[in-house]
């Protein structure tokens, strides 16, 4: 079994920077991608970064893409996300969470994190 643990959410202004990170821990084989996603209470949960597991692949959504970073140490089983030039708009719970192949759709990831708060607020 696999376990997901987030951590370094927070509040920030507008133009602010938080790296998130996503412990792995436990038996992941078979876990082929990691990826952080995103929901705001009145939107669905999408994708906003996706990594391959030995971090030889990665996708971000069109909205971060020149802001967000996504990587993987898999020296430490770290899945982090360096965001910067944070908006409003990236105000959200964000969890990350594996699965088997790559995909944007929340109903490919069969494991997931607790998630952590990110506000970005001026």
């Known amino acids: 079994q696999i376990f997901l643990k987030e951590s370094g959410g927070g509040s920030v202004r507008p133009g602010g920077s938080l790296r998130l990170s996503c412990k792995v821990s436990?038996?992941?084989?078979?876990?082929?991608?990691f990826g952080w996603f995103r929901q705001d209470p009145r939107k669905s949960r999408e994708a906003v970064a996706l990594?391959?597991?030995?971090?030889?692949?990665?996708w971000r959504a069109g909205s971060v893409e020149d802001r967000f970073t996504i990587s993987v140490d898999t020296a430490d089983d770290t899945i982090s996300l360096q965001m910067t030039k944070l908006k409003v708009d990236d105000t959200g719970e964000y969890f990350c969470?594996?699965?088997?192949?790559?995909?944007?759709?929340?109903?490919?990831?069969?494991?997931w994190g607790q998630g952590t708060q990110v506000t970005v607020s001026s």
């Open positions: 969470a594996g699965g088997r192949r790559f995909s944007i759709n929340v109903e490919d990831f069969t494991h």
């Open positions: 436990g038996d992941y084989g078979g876990i082929n991608y």
């Open positions: 990594v391959s597991s030995l971090g030889g692949h990665d």
